[in-house]
């Protein structure tokens, strides 16, 4: 990068790109060391709070400097895509996630960052950036926080106060010199504590932490065991794949609107299966409908497993 001689314009320019491109949210914060995050991270994995997801011990100090991502950067830009659905699963069926409805979002937003890059160095020059998209050691809530996109919830999501929290969060770090926005520094949780008492394996803890060895998400989705362990049976509240109940009781979410993004639209077939067609349902079926979902993390041999736990 040769030219930084206007932070305010390429800020400008940023967010415009982050609009053309489809992002229904882009902030801007100024790239530095999170010395405050090492210091909780540190302590969260000396109390094994991260199970068996070893990955999380790697590359600690990619995850608090970003510098150590892309050499010289600057500016983090956080970009905020939304994924509530307009459409739902019937109550009765095993349930998954919303977030894994449609076309997996990691392919989704990823070609949304490249464009976006493209467009960056198109307009600006050539600039040296990269974009993640839980593919990297990014502490991306944070970066969101500071980019005054919302706060961090007492369930650990970050929460939009137009819009709550059902939003995919991807990340651009750049050695442009932007004009960053003013943090988030208010917390709209206040005194509510309906996630504390709604999550079904009291993976929530006081004080924002979340012990992530008890979701129902690491259960269905991390954990690569055949079993399941026997003190978590009846707990998972018909979750098949991932977790929503700490963000369906959150009040800021009443304000969540469906998504606009074409491939993010729910398959119709995983609306409206039913437990018996799950059960039934075979390898190459699994892979034919969901090889191109999120649910094809957990593979078929996951998704039986869980559903076999789920109903005890």
């Avoid at 970050?158 to 926005?181: C, H, W």
């Avoid at 995983?270 to 191109?292: I, P, Q, V, Y």
Wanted: net charge neutral; aromatic share 10%; with cysteine.
């Amino acid at each position: 990068m040769t030219q930084k001689s206007n932070p305010r314009l390429y800020s400008s320019i940023i967010k415009s790109a982050a609009g053309r491109r489809g992002f229904d949210y882009c902030g801007i914060a100024k790239a530095e060391r999170l010395d405050d995050d090492a210091r909780r991270l540190e302590k969260w994995l000396t109390n094994g709070m991260h199970g068996k997801m070893q990955y999380m011990e790697n590359h600690f100090e990619l995850r608090i400097d970003p510098s150590k991502l892309v050499p010289g950067a600057q500016s983090v830009i956080t970009l905020m895509v939304n994924y509530y659905p307009e459409q739902r699963q019937c109550k009765d069926a095993p349930q998954i996630s919303k977030y894994a409805y449609g076309h997996d979002y990691h392919e989704v937003i990823r070609n949304m960052l490249n464009g976006m890059l493209e467009d960056l160095r198109s307009e600006i020059g050539e600039i040296n950036g990269r974009g993640f998209v839980d593919s990297a050691p990014v502490l991306e809530r944070t970066w969101a926080q500071r980019s005054g996109l919302g706060w961090i919830g007492k369930n650990g999501n970050l929460i939009n106060r137009g819009q709550g929290s059902f939003f995919f969060i991807a990340t651009l770090i750049t050695d442009v010199v932007t004009e960053p926005d003013t943090g988030f520094a208010l917390d709209y949780c206040g005194t509510c504590r309906r996630c504390l008492d709604a999550c079904p394996t009291e993976a929530i803890l006081p004080n924002k932490v979340v012990d992530g060895s008890k979701c129902i998400s690491y259960f269905t989705i991390e954990l690569k065991d055949m079993l399941l362990p026997d003190d978590m049976k009846g707990r998972f509240d018909n979750w098949m794949f991932g977790c929503d109940t700490c963000q369906d009781v959150c009040p800021w979410n009443r304000f969540s609107k469906p998504h606009q993004q074409h491939q993010l639209q729910a398959i119709p077939e995983l609306l409206n299966m039913r437990t018996g067609d799950w059960e039934a349902l075979t390898e190459d079926s699994f892979k034919h409908l969901f090889g191109k979902t999120a649910l094809k993390r957990t593979k078929w041999a996951g998704i039986q497993r869980n559903l076999q736990f789920v109903k005890g």
